[in-house]
Structure formats: structure tokens, C-alpha cells
């Protein structure tokens, strides 16, 4: 029980750290406001659970209705996922990306996230529609069985592998010129404009990463929890991980990792041992609230986060303040 | 054919619903330069107030009125005590987004421990059947029309031809040049949240008229609606709002009648994404969604 307890919560964590770094490219880097950040979660999610689900015609798993059904082994649906959340990113990046305002990106974003929970809430025969997948074959599971206390670690191990292959990358590209390029373009569009950067062509491959990395964050949630479904990537989980960067500090991977620890991870941890009191559901219609005042708290008194974004300035340049 | 025709009926009275919400969202962004995300959750808060007033036996034409004061306060304070100090702040236009979202958040989830999870349908809110060839409207949906009309009158009077409508007009082409004009726009925006705020109540009350239930998740697809007939017109233009209104109600009820009416909102966003990729700026615009962010 316990043990289920700490890698329940090491999971979850490792799921999110990856999440909010991959929202940091794109968001605090780059300045694209994504809010359907939890689409490409999502994307990763189903892309891995048909892979690795049999069809679902075989006995046992009829009881829904999906598309696919591939039944492949461990590391090719986890792929897949992460392939299916960049791919997706094309053609969403390709409207909103090229000529919109950044506002205009955050709405069409937002209600692009709504709508695709939408459709496949309503299209029962495609991903099972409300009541989601369930039974998703969890990875490695013919090898080690997925109750004991050995697979948890296993797990936890996959994950965190993972988060730091995630954060090498992560930090590869923030430290890159193309990095640099990146900021240089969410500080001052037209400037970074002139002196010839691309701006359309650097949103949309930071905007593809970012989907790669979101596909992977669903495709570990998946693997551990073995199920998904519409209520699990409502609109409001991008705003959870909107918090955790803003809180954590945007556009420093430390900041989002810290962001990550302290908003999904130490804040519901927190609020779970809240006694419930009041009428049903009181308690996390709450927390949600407090989600709503941690953002516009953190951006009225500490814009920058718990760890800011350290000031890049050019050694050799004559000294004074920069902006 | 009476499909279509009937369709078409329908379509009128969401159009009239649409209108009404569009405009007043459509003011608040071109006018204070606020794209308030919180609208569909003001919206069914004031639908909420309707039905309260509606419950206790008085006329939902009169809770309509109640609903309109709530929005106009509830908007006033919103800008008062949140968008305004933010914006004298500084913040960015994504970081007013950011803000407003928040703000939507919170409202919905205030509002759930209060009215509760369930959907809940007005009193007496059909009215009589009405025939007109193969089009049938109840009394209430002829009412909703006539309330739309009257109000895109009443806001086309305001902008044209009043001194408030001028200063308006002034301080969304240009708040500075406004201000030095001797302009008080900080009164005038005070005034305009007022007015989008009433205009903002009385939408959520008529488009809960028009739907048999409602529950607070239907802010979110209110939301939605209102933002692509804003889009659709060219956003912060009051007059574009009324033309994308008038396609939006007619396109999706004409969905509804021949496809499925889940995906009224789909198909809403169909029409989003595709004003995005033709015509980014809307159909009557100025300014609009090209312009770099300022």
C-alpha cells in the first residue's frame, strides 16, 4: 500500500515535471500561450493506449469501442504517443501559429481544447467516447506483474529516465543560439524579425517539440494508470500547469521543475488531507479556486516566479541596464 | 425543405441570443482592449440570478432585468478590482488573458458549491406555440427577438449619436490621444463595463430561456459561440459582431436540424478556424487579429 502510495506519487510527479517543462519551451521560452497543452497530452495518451490495446473484438475488451487495437509491445506505443503529440502539432500550429496575434493564439488555443474534449466525448465509437479506455495493457506487464512492489519500481525507474532525457533535451535547446533566438523572439517579435530570424518557422518546431515531449508526459500517465477518458483533460488541466510555471518561474527548466513540486504535485498532495466538510464536491471546486487566485497572485506580486529567469547579458557589451 | 424553413426559425432566435452576447464581448475588447475570458462564466452566473428571482413566482422577463443589474455590477467590479489594476500595471495582452481565464475559473467554481451540479430550467419559459407556415417559435423565443432587436437599436443609437457613444468611439481608436482630448476615459471604460456587463446578463438569461435546461459547464460553450461570432465580424467591432452573430445562429441551427445538435459548437468552431486561416481579421475590420501584440 504504501509503496503503491510513494510510486502513485513519484509517477504523478515525474508526469508533470515532464509536462510543465515541455509548457516551458513552448510558453515560457518561446511566449506561445498553449492552452490546449492538455490536447497534446491527451493525443499521447490514446495514441499509446490503441497501440498497445488488442482490438476490440477480443474477448474481455469488447465491452468498448475503439479504432485500432494493435497490441504492440513496450516501447513502441510510448513512441508512437510522443510522435502522435508532435505530429499533432502541425496542423494546429499551422492555424494558429502563422499569422494570428499571440491573443488571438491563446483563444483559438483554449477552444481548440474544449472542443476537441467535445467531439471525442461524443463520438462513442471512435475512443469509446465518455467512459474513455479502460484495461490499457501497462507496459513490460507480460515480464514483471504489474501488482507487485517490483513493478512500481520499475516504473518509477522508466519515469525517471525519462524526466531526465526530457530535461538534457530541454536544456540542450534553452541553451542553444536557437534558444536564444527563441527569447530574443518572445521579448521583441519584430526586432528578432530583423536581424533575419524566422519567426513562423521557430514557433512551429519549438511548438512540435513541445507536442513530442506532451505526447510523452500522456503516454507514462497512461501506462501506470491503465486508463483514460474526456473527464481526465478538461480545459482546466492546461490552467494547472499554467500555474505550476508561473509559479516555478517561466522559461528556466528549474523553474518549471519546481513549479511542477509545488502546484500538481504539493499542492493537491496538500489539499487531500483537507477533511471533507460542506456539500459534495465543495473541496475541489475549492482548489480550483485557489488554483485561479495562485495564478493572478503570483502574477500581481511575483510575476517571475518562486525562481526567476536569470538575466542573459552580453559580457562584452558597454554596461548598462538592459531594458 | 421545412427543415431548412424550421431550421431557419430556430436560427433566428439563437442569432438574437448571439447578437446580444457578441456585441457586449465584442465592446469590451474593442473598446478596453480586454479579451475577457470570464464572459461565459458571468453570463450563467446571471442566468443563475434569473432563475432565483424566476423561482420565487416573479416573471422571468423581470428576472431578466435582475439578471442585467448583476452583470453590469458583477463586470464594473471585475475591471475595477482585477483587469484595471492589472492593465495600469503593465501586463502584457497574453498576461491579461492569462488573468481573465484565472478569473473564469474561479467564477464557475465560487458558483458550483452554490447552485449545485444539476441542470435547472426556468418556469413557464416556453410560452404558446406560434405558427408561421412551417416555422414554430413560442411566444417566449418572438419575445427573445424582439428584446434583441430593441437592444442593437438602443446600442447603434448610443455609438452614433450620443457624446457617451463619441467617447467610445474615441477612446477605442486611441485612449491616449483620447485622455488628451479631455476625454475622462477612465469613466467612459467604467461606463462601458457597465453596459457590456448588462448586455453580458441579459444574454445569459435569454440564451437559458432558449435552451430547455442549463448547468454551469454550459459557460464554457456559451463562451465559445460568442467568441467566434466576435471573430467572425472582426473582433472590437459592435457591428461586425451582429453580422457574425446573424451566420453563427443560422449556420449552427442549420447543423443541428441536419446533422447532430451535439456539435453546435463544432461546427461554431469550424467556422473559427476557418475565419483564422482566410481572414484573420474578421469580416469588418480595423483592427484586428493581424496587428502585432502590443
Known amino acids: ?323 | 425543405m421545412d427543415l431548412y424553413l424550421e431550421a431557419l426559425g430556430f436560427g433566428l432566435v439563437s442569432m438574437s441570443v448571439i447578437a446580444i452576447a457578441a456585441v457586449g464581448f465584442t465592446m469590451q475588447f474593442g473598446i478596453t482592449n480586454m479579451i475577457n475570458l470570464a464572459y461565459g462564466e458571468v453570463m450563467i452566473s446571471s442566468a443563475y440570478v434569473a432563475y432565483y428571482i424566476n423561482r420565487a413566482g416573479i416573471s422571468i422577463w423581470i428576472g431578466m432585468l435582475a439578471a442585467a443589474v448583476f452583470g453590469a455590477v458583477f463586470s464594473f467590479l471585475l475591471n475595477r478590482f482585477v483587469y484595471a489594476p492589472f492593465q495600469a500595471k503593465g501586463t502584457s495582452l497574453i498576461g491579461m488573458v492569462i488573468v481573465s481565464l484565472a478569473v473564469s475559473l474561479m467564477i464557475a467554481n465560487l458558483l458550483l458549491p452554490i447552485v449545485g451540479y444539476y441542470s435547472v430550467s426556468y418556469e413557464n419559459a416556453t410560452g404558446d406555440l406560434l405558427h408561421f407556415g412551417p416555422i414554430i417559435l413560442t411566444t417566449n423565443q418572438i419575445a427573445i427577438i424582439g428584446v434583441a432587436l430593441l437592444l442593437m437599436l438602443v446600442i447603434h443609437g448610443l455609438l452614433r449619436y450620443t457624446r457617451l457613444g463619441k467617447a467610445m468611439r474615441a477612446t477605442a481608436a486611441n485612449p491616449t490621444l483620447a485622455r488628451n482630448c479631455g476625454i475622462p476615459t477612465r469613466r467612459v471604460i467604467d461606463v462601458v463595463w457597465l453596459i457590456t456587463g448588462a448586455l453580458c446578463g441579459m444574454a445569459g438569461t435569454v440564451a437559458a430561456i432558449n435552451s430547455d435546461s442549463f448547468a454551469i459547464a454550459n459557460g464554457a460553450s456559451f463562451l465559445i459561440t460568442v467568441l467566434a461570432a466576435a471573430v467572425l465580424g472582426g473582433a472590437g467591432q459592435p457591428y461586425g459582431a451582429m453580422i457574425g452573430a446573424v451566420l453563427i445562429g443560422v449556420i449552427t441551427e442549420l447543423s443541428a436540424a441536419t446533422w447532430s445538435p451535439q456539435y453546435k459548437e463544432v461546427v461554431a468552431f469550424g467556422i473559427l478556424v476557418l475565419v483564422m486561416v482566410l481572414r484573420p481579421q474578421g469580416l469588418l475590420a480595423k483592427r484586428g487579429a493581424l496587428a502585432a501584440a502590443g
Open chain 1, 1 to 323: 500500500m504504501n509503496t503503491y502510495y510513494a510510486a502513485n506519487l513519484l509517477i504523478y510527479a515525474g508526469v508533470d515535471i515532464i509536462a510543465c517543462l515541455s509548457l516551458n519551451l513552448v510558453f515560457g521560452v518561446s511566449g506561445i500561450v498553449n492552452f490546449s497543452f492538455i490536447v497534446f497530452q491527451a493525443v499521447g495518451a490514446y495514441t499509446t493506449a490503441v497501440l498497445s490495446l488488442p482490438p476490440d473484438s477480443t474477448s474481455g475488451y469488447d465491452f468498448q469501442h475503439y479504432i485500432g487495437g494493435f497490441n504492440l509491445p513496450f516501447p513502441i506505443p510510448w513512441i508512437g504517443g510522443a510522435l502522435a503529440g508532435g505530429l499533432l502539432a502541425i496542423p494546429v500550429g499551422f492555424v494558429v501559429l502563422r499569422k494570428l496575434r499571440s491573443d488571438y493564439q491563446a483563444i483559438a488555443l483554449l477552444v481548440m481544447s474544449v472542443i476537441a474534449n467535445t467531439v471525442i466525448t461524443n463520438a462513442d465509437k471512435f475512443l469509446n467516447g465518455a467512459a474513455g479506455l479502460a484495461l490499457v495493457p501497462q507496459p513490460l506487464s507480460t515480464q514483471v506483474d504489474p501488482s507487485t512492489d517490483a513493478y512500481y519500481y520499475l516504473y518509477v525507474g522508466i519515469t525517471a529516465v525519462a524526466v531526465v532525457i526530457v530535461l538534457i533535451v530541454a536544456n540542450r535547446i534553452v541553451n542553444s543560439p536557437y534558444g536564444r533566438s527563441l527569447r530574443a523572439m518572445r521579448e521583441r517579435e519584430l526586432a528578432a524579425t530583423a536581424i533575419g530570424k524566422n519567426p513562423v518557422a521557430m514557433k512551429m518546431t519549438v511548438f512540435i517539440v513541445g507536442g513530442v515531449i506532451a505526447g510523452l508526459s500522456g503516454a507514462i500517465l497512461v501506462g501506470f494508470i491503465a486508463l483514460w477518458a474526456p473527464s481526465v483533460w478538461l480545459y482546466p488541466e492546461t490552467i494547472i500547469l499554467f500555474a505550476a510555471v508561473i509559479v516555478g518561474g517561466k522559461g528556466n527548466n528549474i523553474g518549471a521543475i519546481l513549479g511542477a513540486l509545488l502546484v500538481p504535485v504539493g499542492f493537491e498532495e496538500v489539499t487531500r488531507f483537507i477533511p471533507p466538510i460542506g456539500p459534495v464536491g465543495l473541496i475541489p471546486a475549492l482548489q480550483w479556486v485557489a488554483i485561479g487566485l495562485l495564478i493572478i497572485g503570483f502574477l500581481w506580486f511575483r510575476p517571475d516566479g518562486v525562481r526567476p529567469e536569470s538575466r542573459r547579458v552580453f559580457e562584452g557589451g558597454p554596461a548598462r541596464e538592459v531594458r
